[in-house]
């Protein structure tokens, strides 16, 4: 878990932050205004593609998405170890 | 009692001349929408009386009065000079909904300058294709942005400066960027306002279409006439009003009633500056009293998906009026609203083209569900036979919906493309490029677009502008977009791609081109779905068909396959 928390903090930083905005694991991402909710659907994307798994549209929800905190309790519910 | 009282009335016994008599302007004076924003507001009594409510996503707030407002434009302004900004002279705002967006926005204006608001989520293509476009002299805009300028700059000599409003003293400027802190700068009590008349340009707006680049709409000073009394007439903005505008600054109903409307009228509004989220969006209403909200249907729409259990977690009750505006506002959205605010969202109809709201449900007009709604007065609209460009004689039939020119917010000019300007005028008709009907009330019914454009979350992307930065993607080989449905956005982008030799599809490989679009584009751009094909549908000339691959998506008939090439 500790593994997949910098994994998806480094993509977000990559992907969708432009300046050094600092992220942490508890920076909200959507209400914060660093991602969009047209970019969630590539961020829902890269989540379902490492992890092997796919997220319900209804449960990609902006406040699901809000932090990488609970981005990892959202991947919890779908990935099988 | 509404402003706007009768409606058949003011249809009967309307004038232009209602505004210019409110706003006391005369034909033939000086008239600067800054100074209409901002100093005649004050000289009406209302210098402390807060304009702009400014919070940001971590809870941050800012409270400017409308002599702050006057004073930091004036400031503004004063500082543009200074660098040698002229009157006619470009410049862009490129910001996130800060404060210095909406009073930058004056500043600009008050010098004679033309604002050209961009969105801030633009990638670095889209803004240079729009700064280039318009030879722009300078940008205001964050240090978050800057590198996407950064990486543009070399191309573009024309752009003088690069105005950072956030300056992180500890990094060094780099080549043509300056400091600047609005709140800190001397404030200029006493400023030359340039004497802008009715037809000096105001306002530089770029729109997409479906061929070719985006186009520049030229607006000037006297759209303020229309934008005005729409405000009063259509959103029925009152003194003691909170108003609440939820659209972005970078796009025509941001600018036209989230700074000028509101600034205009001398209400008070609010801004948040935070991702779209709907306990956040109640709480803001419920905190600021939040008495008329000007919205769209796809945040409406996410609003209702969200449920009904988050709104009884807030007291909304200062609602009084509420309007929506982008894309056609669905019946269940009308329907819904008024069961769970008490009253209905009105659709109101318009585009950058037209600088303020055209056609439109009006307080105490009856509202039929999905409806348009009637033109405002003043204007004369209808649906002509788009082969004839004749007004039909019939209610009921669908065509292309006509206005007769010359409103007082009316483009003047796409920037540098008169020709193309021209095509919008057919037979003494504008023609803004949607179909509608109209019912025997004089209601109008939206049916769709006239063209491939795509109108996602309020918004239009051209499809050729995404084609093209697909091109550009290493593995791909030829491209065609389309829209495609959606509950929320009405329509998202879909692309269907042919790549080249040696790439194979994967899920990876179609993460990589969405990234690829949205950093170069705009998320809004960015392909939501692509689908990897062998061959794309074309005719025997080349050209591919695009309607058959929009007919699949939205389970249409496919209509004439004969000119169809591999069929």
């Known amino acids: ?81 | 009692m509404s402003n706007i009282g009768s409606y058949d009335e003011r249809v009967k016994n309307f004038d232009w001349a209602i505004s210019e008599k409110e706003l006391e302007y005369k034909p033939g004076n000086v008239i600067n929408i800054g100074w209409y924003c901002s100093d005649r507001i004050c000289q009406m009594g209302k210098a402390d009386k807060p304009g702009l409510i400014w919070e940001g996503s971590t809870g941050q707030e800012k409270i400017y009065t409308y002599n702050d407002i006057r004073l930091n434009s004036n400031t503004i302004g004063h500082f543009l000079r200074g660098l040698g900004i002229q009157p006619e002279d470009r410049v862009c705002l490129f910001m996130d909904k800060i404060p210095e967006l909406y009073i930058g926005f004056l500043g600009i204006v008050k010098i004679g300058a033309i604002a050209q608001p961009l969105f801030s989520a633009f990638g670095d293509e889209s803004l240079f294709i729009r700064l280039e476009n318009a030879q722009t002299k300078a940008i205001i805009t964050q240090r978050k942005h800057v590198p996407k300028v950064r990486k543009i700059l070399e191309k573009m000599p024309f752009l003088k400066h690069i105005i950072i409003v956030d300056y992180d003293p500890g990094k060094p400027l780099q080549d043509r960027e300056v400091a600047f802190n609005m709140d800190t700068a001397e404030k200029i009590e006493k400023f030359e306002i340039y004497p802008t008349t009715a037809e000096s340009p105001s306002v530089l707006h770029y729109t997409s279409g479906t061929t070719g680049q985006p186009k520049g709409v030229k607006h000037v000073h006297y759209s303020l006439i229309s934008q005005y009394l729409t405000s009063k007439w259509v959103l029925d903005l009152r003194d003691d009003d909170i108003y609440w505008c939820t659209a972005d600054p970078g796009w025509v109903t941001g600018t036209s009633y989230g700074i000028i409307g509101a600034f205009c009228t001398g209400v008070t509004q609010c801004v948040l500056d935070a991702g779209f989220s709907a306990d956040n969006w109640y709480r803001f209403i419920e905190k600021h009293k939040i008495t008329m909200w000007y919205s769209a249907p796809t945040a409406i729409r996410s609003l209702m998906k969200a449920g009904e259990e988050v709104i009884k977690k807030y007291n909304l009750s200062s609602l009084r009026h509420l309007a929506s505006v982008g894309e056609p506002l669905n019946s269940e959205a009308v329907i819904w609203s008024e069961r769970v605010f008490g009253k209905p969202f009105l659709d109101t109809y318009w585009q950058t083209e037209t600088g303020s709201i055209m056609i439109s449900n009006y307080p105490g007009m009856k509202i039929k569900p999905g409806s348009m709604g009637k033109p405002f007065p003043g204007i004369t609209a209808t649906v002509i036979d788009p082969e004839k460009y004749e007004p039909f004689k019939e209610t009921g039939k669908i065509g292309l919906i006509a206005i007769k020119p010359g409103w007082p917010s009316m483009m003047r000019m796409y920037w540098n493309n008169e020709s193309t300007y021209k095509k919008k005028f057919q037979n003494g008709w504008y023609l803004p490029g949607d179909r509608s009907s109209i019912d025997s009330e004089g209601y109008f019914w939206f049916v769709g677009r006239d063209d491939d454009v795509i109108n996602t979350g309020g918004h239009l992307v051209s499809p050729f502008e995404v084609e093209s930065a697909l091109l550009e993607h290493p593995a791909v080989a030829e491209s065609a977009v389309v829209a495609k449905p959606d509950f929320v956005n009405m329509e998202v982008v879909k692309a269907f791609v042919t790549l080249k030799p040696g790439y194979t599809a994967s899920k990876d490989l179609d993460l990589d081109i969405m990234n690829f679009v949205r950093k170069k584009l705009s998320p809004l751009a960015m392909p939501q779905e692509i689908e990897f094909i062998d061959l794309l549908p074309k005719t025997r000339s080349g050209k591919i068909m695009r309607r058959i691959l929009h007919a699949k998506e939205w389970g249409e008939e496919i209509g004439d396959t004969s000119t169809l090439e591999n069929d």
Request: proline share 4%; net charge negative.
């Open chain 1, 1 to 81: 878990m500790e593994e997949m928390k910098d994994v998806i903090k480094d993509y977000v930083i990559k992907e969708y932050v432009e300046d050094d905005t600092e992220i942490t694991y508890d920076t909200p991402l959507i209400s914060g205004g660093i991602v969009d909710s047209f970019s969630m659907v590539s961020l829902k994307r890269f989540l379902e593609n490492k992890y092997k798994i796919s997220i319900p549209d209804d449960k990609a929800t902006p406040e699901a998405f809000d932090s990488v905190n609970k981005i990892i309790a959202l991947v919890k519910e779908y990935v099988k170890y």
